[in-house]
C-alpha cells in the first residue's frame, strides 16, 4: 500500500469533476487501499479520489474511532435528501481550518461497493455529513465554498501567510 499526496486549497486541480467508473478492477481496488492508508494516516474521516488527483468517481469514508467502519463509495449518488443540521467541518485539504456547514441531516446514497456490487444506504449524523463533504469533493466542490465571500477571503490570507513563514523556515 502506500500514502499518497493530499491536494491543498486552493490548488484548482480540487476544482475538476470526477468521472464515473466505468469498470471495477484489481487495479482500482488497489487503489481504493491506498485511499483508506491514505485517510487513516492523515488521520481524517473520509477521502475524495479528487483530492489526490485522481478525477474519479470514488470517495471512501470511516468515522468510526476504531478504524472499524470502512465504507467505499463507487459513482455515488445521493437518492434521497431531508431535514437540516449544522456541524462543524474540516478537511484534509484544507488543514486546520474548520467552519460550521449546513446539510441534510438524513440522507440515502446509492453507489458500487469495491466488488462492483450496488448498495443503498441510509445515513444521518456524522456520517451523512461527511459522505455529502466527500460527494461535493468529486464535483469539484469545497466546504469552504458555502462560507461568506469575507469568510473565505480571510481564509485565503492565512493560507498565503502560512505558505510565506513555511518557506522562509
Ligand atoms: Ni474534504
Known sequence: MAILDILRFPDARLRTKAKPIDEVTDE????????????????GIGLAATQVN??????????????????????????HAEGEDVCQEGCLSVP???ADVSRAENIKVKALDRDGKEF??????LFAVCIQHELDHLKGK???????PLKQKRLLKKIEKLTKQNATA
Not at 120 to 125: F, P, Q, S, V
Open 54 to 79: 485522481i478525477h474519479k468517481q470514488l470517495v471512501v469514508v470511516d468515522v468510526s474511532e476504531d478504524k472499524s467502519e470502512p465504507y467505499c463509495f463507487i459513482n455515488p449518488v445521493i437518492t
Open 142 to 148: 469545497l466546504f469552504v465554498d458555502y462560507l461568506s
Open 96 to 98: 486546520e481550518y474548520y
Open 28 to 43: 482500482l481496488r488497489q487503489f481504493i487501499d491506498d485511499m483508506f492508508e491514505t485517510m487513516y494516516e492523515a488521520p
Open 120 to 125: 443503498e444506504i441510509e445515513a444521518d449524523g
